[in-house]
């Protein structure tokens, strides 16, 4: 076993091994397979949110061809995957806690990416769903493998910041979906944008399975563990829930991707109807506004983890704070009337909006014992979810066919529904500097063993 570093010993089968927690090791050595392992899931976490986004994109293109309402759009880009992403979420969890995680990762990236291309296939709104589905219940098994893969290969006090590389995934892949899909639907249409923005990731999947090696269980804890079995589910939901602080940060980050998630969906379809732009530019648009969405991603995390040396409280007081800063230039997009100085405003709004995302995942981890670190993140994402992606689009759907007036193209509408689910992000900010309250007592118990 000495010819790999710690955090990749293993057992042949990979199955659920737990090691005692080597403080040294843990804080001082990251090998060169973490950072590998890292990067490989960081890129198929970028795919991951290219296969989700992509259909935002071409959410104007797909209602003009098959004769659909806002309310059916926001219906198939948020509650119809939704469901089924977060309740498969939970038993796939469950299975990488006690099972090969890597196996799990390269299997859901192939459904994800086979049912992604079978969208394009679709002739009405009841293939479409089917097809979406399909994206869903593979993408489930995504996340939560890779939180547990990525919290065994990296220490504690470094952690906030990989979980932070591994969620600029989330912009990334926003971005490049803009882009491809943008340009893929202008070049041939909207059903080949799908085919081709599927297909590389089959061969992604068999590059997963071949080159990733499973990390043992805890061996990055400062603390010592001892090797146990995963616990039922039940019963890490009681672990995790008798914190309030995690409630709290829980709910911080439901509601911030309830905005996230509605306002990506519909942002290209609002500039096609209020700017009367086409797929291909905002796609430029919107894949090179990514780029500060990626920087504040990873400065979420970084930061993070250097302020909360001085008092632990920081990994939520810096969400909240961002929140609250980002609000109103975040609402100056939807009323400027000169696209370009809108666009360039949100820029700096979504700078900040990505600054949860390090500390709520590292957070998580942190609160969980090795034995349910899939199950932790898998139930973080299921309120993220099924809050953040199931209602977000339906519910600014909703409201855009509600506000919506004659001759205006929609457009009216869409606006206003916009600003008032933007608006909610004030809510997340003070849900995440509320968990301060509790956060130090709450991490303090986790380690005692409490």
């Known amino acids: 076993m000495g010819q790999y570093p710690l955090a990749f010993a293993q057992d042949r089968q990979g199955r659920g091994q737990v090691a005692a927690g080597n403080a040294a090791a843990g804080e001082e050595r990251v090998s060169w397979r973490s950072w590998y392992a890292l990067g490989l899931l960081f890129v198929v976490y970028v795919f991951n949110f290219i296969d989700r986004s992509i259909l935002g994109m071409l959410n104007q293109p797909i209602k003009e061809d098959l004769g659909l309402t806002d309310t059916q759009m926001g219906f198939l880009g948020g509650v119809a995957f939704a469901i ?55 993408e489930a098994g995504g996340s939560p493998p890779s939180h547990s893969m990525i919290s065994d290969l990296f220490p504690e006090r470094r952690r906030a910041t990989a979980l932070a590389i591994y969620a600029l995934g989330i912009p990334a892949g926003g971005m490049f979906g803009s882009l491809l899909g943008g340009w893929l639907n202008e070049a041939f249409d909207w059903r080949t944008a799908f085919i081709l923005v599927g297909a590389p990731g089959l061969v992604l999947a068999i590059f997963v399975r071949l080159t990733l090696r499973e990390p043992i269980r805890g061996a990055m804890d400062t603390v010592p563990r001892q090797v146990a079995p995963a616990p039922p589910v039940r019963e890490v939901i009681a672990h995790l829930w008798s914190r309030r602080s995690f409630r709290l940060l829980v709910l911080g980050a439901s509601l911030q991707s309830f905005v996230g998630y509605g306002v990506g969906y519909w942002i290209p379809a609002f500039l096609m109807r209020a700017h009367d732009m086409g797929s291909g530019s905002i796609g430029v648009w919107l894949f090179w506004l990514g780029v500060p969405g990626m920087l504040g991603t990873f400065l979420g995390g970084w930061l993070g983890d250097r302020l909360s040396a001085r008092d632990v409280r920081w990994y939520v007081w810096l969400p909240g704070i961002a929140n609250l800063v980002a609000l109103p230039f975040s609402v100056f ?27 709520t995942f590292a957070l998580t981890q942190a609160m969980a014992t090795p034995q349910m670190r899939a199950m932790a993140a898998s139930l973080l994402l299921f309120s993220i979810n099924l809050i953040g992606m199931g209602l977000g689009p339906q519910v600014t759907g909703l409201l855009s ?3 919506a007036t004659p001759g205006d193209a929609g457009a009216g509408g869409l606006r206003l529904a916009l600003i008032s689910v933007t608006l909610v992000n004030g809510l997340a900010a003070f849900a995440f500097l509320g968990a301060g309250r509790w956060l130090q007592s709450d991490l303090a118990s986790v380690r005692s063993g409490a």
């Open 333 to 359: 997009f939807y009323i400027w009337p000169d696209v370009v100085m809108a666009l360039s405003v949100s820029a700096f709004a979504g700078f900040l909006g990505g600054y949860y995302l390090g500390p």
């Open 84 to 138: 089924f992403y977060t309740f498969i979420g939970i038993p796939v969890a469950r299975l990488a806690d006690v099972s090969v995680r890597r196996n799990v990762v390269a299997i859901s990236l192939a459904v994800w990416s086979g049912m992604t291309v079978l969208c394009g296939f679709a002739g009405n709104f009841w293939h479409l769903l089917f097809a979406r589905i399909g994206v869903a219940i593979g």
């Open 401 to 403: 066919d509600v506000f």
